[in-house]
């Protein structure tokens, strides 16, 4: 588990290395089986599937996760490595420019081979070399952490595997399903939404580095945050169809200026993924065309869609900040096992629970932060030095995972980020006020 | 053989009606055969790709071309047919707005399922309804015509899966060979080219109707042609290398402006699939990556370059008039033997051989010909009528086949076309001059 | 007058060099004055509008024309000449590459200096250069030539001044009108539409050379042409309307494919400056909005538009060889006369008067043909070679002339050429048939 | 003088309604007559040009000035004032959705009419209007404060005016000068950079209302700012020269990477409006083409090229917050008299004099910060409610005013905001580190 060990505790040999590399070997097959799992049920001509330029296949996926371990661990620190194919450098390196030019991202659907066989040939090989080197060989700190972030990167690409692929199913007019086990509705009553108030004061924000964590999420710093009432749960289909008929994508005045512009260009009138025929909305989903539920958490808005919808309803988004405090605030000690994230294998967001306030698992929930580097972030020097920080602007920062994030990935401090316009994610609203 | 059963034999009645239904079962099976045969080397993935809204996945050729069939013949002819696939057409309908809108041609890389296994099976009830029709029912003149429509239409697909295929594993970094049998050069040298005089006169243009034609090489004429000269082979790699040494891609005196434009905006400065690197000028083949052969036709041309080369050696493409008139005037007992058709399976054109004209097979030759319909031409009323006639505008024509057109496909009056700018097809040069 | 000294007899030295030159200087005076005139009318902002990169600025027509006369005459041939402006050989250069990289085409509206007044200083300072040369220095038969070309160039973009600043002020939302003349609509009744027969034959095409042509118009040669039937006016607002009516935009069937696309796009519903209020229809004309009128010519089509009315007629567009044929069988001593051309000062099509068939006048008429070069053409070797030649490709011919065609520019054997998508010319629709 | 009356005084009731009326009066005056005057060296032809969607015509801008005062103010408030022209209110409402759908901004410059003198009887109407309505009758404190947004925003256009006039002239080859009087370079040394410390502590930000703000200026507040050091001066070319010839643009690892897309695709290689020629570095301005100073602050940088040279220098740049704690930490009484605002007519920005900080004048310093909304903003319900809070997404944060920038237009609460990509306004740079 990636939270058993940290990189604090690494780093300051506080553990006995054998103890590391057991642990971390043990993560190491966790996460590279979940991968493999995730894709079992597509075929290789649905790996090879890219929808749209942002959208990676499958097949790219499993091959770049490898690559990445191949890359900035094998490749220098396992004696005698042979790299699997010297090609794949260039196929499969995603923006590490420092690396080389990556191949061009939009054309990532169109590599059939190396084929998928030879694509899990690769795996292997990578498993192969990475088990012989936490067996077999003494694993610096900086390794270690390194091949910790290595599997979180992995763990990340396994929730951007369900969200592309849903992507890609989509185009296809047979309303295809990645999934059959559509979890039962079981009809118990919406829970209301209430206002919970959050006190003001000087709140702990970021890692403390007591477990793994990204760059972006260090420095810790204490910020002063004002007192604000943030909402029990996440927005339904329900609430988000009040929106639509109200005429929500109608009026100019609740929209950002951005915002207004793209659903004008492109004549949205509803989210991405809503359909409406003769027996009303419709939803594509992985578990293919289903009827709209209005208790389950509203998904795949843009940021523009959930900006305006929060400015109809009165209210606002939390800042990163916020939500960060509020989730602190608001823990409770069964929250990761109440949580509806990958493990559960729903591919869906569920209704709330009552008690359970969906701030992990569900929907990744925009923030009205822009994502931007915390006071004092430094790059690191070397190439995985590309890994975050030279995203940091356009973007808005995104918290809380969703039911598609492996538990152990996630965490409070945890910033994700996409575009504004981005609607392919799983992305949900959570409503914040003063 | 198409040449041995013709329209006008089947439609007035001079065939027995089961010669005609035999012959046709056999060259459907025949044609039918010959497609899968041109997919047999390539995986599920290669099969799924599209490299650019032109060119379309071998596996929705496979689909398509069954599709024909299903749709035009079996739906209504064969009792008791029933549709495999509702689905399938709005999919692999490609531009018969009669039968409804098609799926975007820009996205038939994204159909991963039905998948390959699914297409075959496909093809596997067509064949089945195809045969039963073919044995066990009379099928009437205006019929069995169809069937020789689709047997031609599907003829024409096979060339366009080699087309395609190739653009598409281009792409690819890997420089991948669709074939591995590269035929010998033998090393003989290079036919000088001598230019062959045409007597002027009228001469008949267009089919007379004793074998199976298109719609657009209909009605038959008589045209008047002047005298003039007309090479006795292709251009070769070697003569146009001159051309680009001699700064032909720089001289906009060359060029027609909209080909400079399009040379300009791109920065082309060498046919497609031309690669140059320390050891010279290569060449991307279905053999792979090869090293330029200076007496072997150059192809992979567009309009704007076969009318520049042609500028800059002081003649001229012919019309399509002058061409048909050649090839007829020329014509040798033997050529259909020496020929180099798909059957030959070398999947390139080869040098010319010491009296080998090169009017049929090798390559597509661009005449200067706008392609335009003959006086008198007329569309059909039902839906097949979309076949030729709606892209009688801002296309070229072109004459004669190439190495990837069946032996019993092609005829000196065939009219093929593509756009001034198209280059991913087997297109080369023939000159003329007054 | 133009067509008083002919390039032939100019060249063969019939006519005494003084009376050449001084009908040419008369010519010129005549030539420059028209066009100043033209933009008399319009002020200094006006001129400078550059609505699409098809449609030049007006003060840039002014200049070009210009610096046509000072490239192409003045700077080589009349002593002492001195360029205006070093920078107007970029700036008002139109496309040829030959005299050096022309200023971006869809810039020119951002030229606001020179300013109008320095244009018309430019036009004075050329005015003299010429009128010097003309008066007092022998002109060679070449020379001469040249001027004569100068001067029909000047001429064709009399016409472009018109239709580019009518596409210009459209933009403005005030119904802008550019003449207040609007003429009185004298109320007589329709001339029923008749076939006029045209027997086969050899027809003369091409000009004899007895008159001024472009080069595009030679070599005359000998075409045969079948009998044919060719409507005796043009298609009215009227009959077009009925097209409409009848569902002519949404019938793919009537529509070649490029046409059919690009009607789809661009949702098209009906010719170009239609536009349809509570009142019924209204045409944006360069007299402003005015109610259209049934009786009155359509246009402003596209080849597109023009094809597809046709077939809905069951009828088809002329060739070019057709039309020239049907305009020298059916001229009329007096149809220079009646033409509605420039010097009427219309500036708009007419209803057709009894017996007058509009070959000559109105619209400029689509052809089926593509724009080619005759057999045996050959472009010029110098700078001005680039005149026509090299636009042989992805065009239509447009036969006829127009209301905004001066009287003393156009012929029978006048081709004029634009691509099928283009609609803000003056053009219109004459049918054919056999 | 804005500063002299604020909201708070005049909804206070504190002023006399005369004074405030008096004072208002004579800065409409000043304003407006400062509007025309920067306007007064172009031809109607230069005010006409629109280079490019982001930025305007003069002309535009002087007619839009004027019917915010028509719309805002006198259409409901002046007795008996009657609309100008109604076309007006389409044509030159820039962003207003409330007031109807605005004319598309990529035409403004294809409106030649209203010509330039309708447009200043358009101003001069308005002018009269509101001396009557400022004269004779009694101003409510909301109008009197709506008029004082009226003014400000006539200034912001004042600016704007330059930037876009400079981009239009720019395209133009002649290398135009809009201003021939180019100050003196008085040949002085640079002043060293020196690096400032700030404490650590809270910083009231944002304005207090006592005196003209706008909206996205409020509500004031109190931040926590740590410890930093700012630079002294604004950085110079030479300094960004220095980036340059250590190849900054092709150092992939100092771009973010929205910013490394951007240089690539349009392989930009030095700041906009730099030219290189055989003599060295020009640079276009609004004085013509000039040779690069090296001592003078570098400007027309996008977001990306300041941050990427603030990386390679081994700084950051700072926040809106460092920036604006500095700036009222380091402030001079006669700051303002020293600063190179609009009134000095230098039309460029000034090499940094002994002392002076260049926090006011001069340049838009690019900061850190996304435009957000600071905590409990709220934008007003009516149209003007559109002025700030649309926009608050994607921008970033730009502080301290230009030398085109009037003295009473800022202050040091200012915010003014860009996309990180846009370079046609005065822009530039000041580091921060810690």
């Known amino acids: 588990m990636s939270q058993l060990i940290t990189d604090m505790a690494i780093l300051a040999g506080e553990v006995p290395l054998e103890e590391v590399q057991d642990q971390l070997l043990s993560f190491y097959q966790k996460v590279r089986g979940e991968t493999e799992g995730l894709a079992a049920s597509l075929s290789a001509e649905d790996m090879q599937l890219q929808s749209m330029p942002d959208a990676s296949p499958t097949k790219w996926h499993l091959a770049h996760t490898s690559w990445f371990f191949e890359t900035f661990v094998l490749a220098s620190r396992l004696p005698g490595y042979q790299v699997f194919n010297p090609h794949f450098n260039h196929l499969f390196n995603s923006y590490y420019n420092s690396l080389g030019t990556p191949f061009s991202r939009s054309e990532r659907g169109l590599i059939s081979r190396p084929d998928l066989g030879q694509i899990y040939e690769y795996r292997k090989a990578v498993d192969v070399g990475m088990q012989t080197l936490l067996s077999d060989y003494p694993v610096s700190p900086n390794l270690a952490s390194l091949i910790q972030l290595g599997l979180n990167h992995e763990q990340q690409h396994q929730e951007l595997i369900l969200t592309d692929i849903k992507h890609a199913l989509s185009v296809n007019p047979m309303a295809l399903a990645y999934s059959d086990a559509l979890p039962e509705d079981e009809g118990y009553p919406l829970e209301p939404l209430r206002w919970l108030k959050i006190p003001r004061g000087f709140y702990g924000i970021g890692s403390d580095g007591n477990s793994f964590c990204f760059d972006n999420e260090r420095p810790e710093h204490q910020q002063f945050v004002d007192e604000f009432r943030i909402a029990s749960r996440l927005i339904t289909n329900g609430e988000y169809l009040e929106f639509i008929q109200d005429g929500g994508y109608e009026k100019h005045r609740l929209w950002l200026s951005d915002g207004w512009s793209l659903i004008q260009q492109n004549q949205y009138k509803s989210p991405c993924y809503w359909r409406r025929n003769e027996s009303g909305w419709q939803q594509y989903s992985l578990h293919g065309s289903v009827t709209l539920n209005r208790s389950e958490p509203v998904y795949h808005l843009s940021f523009y869609e959930a900006d305006a919808f929060a400015t109809w309803a009165g209210k606002r988004l939390p800042t990163e900040f916020e939500w960060e405090a509020a989730a602190c605030h608001l823990r409770r000690p069964d929250q990761m096992a109440i949580a509806n994230f990958l493990e559960k294998r729903h591919f869906k967001p569920l209704q709330a629970q009552r008690g359970h306030t969906q701030f992990l698992g569900d929907l990744w929930e925009w923030t009205s932060s822009a994502y931007l580097p915390y006071r004092r972030f430094r790059t690191r020097a070397d190439a995985v030095g590309e ?31 996409f575009y504004p316009h981005q609607s392919w994610q799983f992305t949900g609203i959570r409503l914040a006020g003063d």
Chains 1, 2, 3, 4 share one sequence.
Request: glycine share 10%; with cysteine; charged share 20%.
């Open 387 to 417: 890994y975050n920080g030279k995203f940091m602007c356009n973007q808005k920062v995104l918290r809380g995972g969703s039911f598609a994030t492996p538990a152990d990935h996630i965490r409070i401090s945890y910033r994700n980020f």
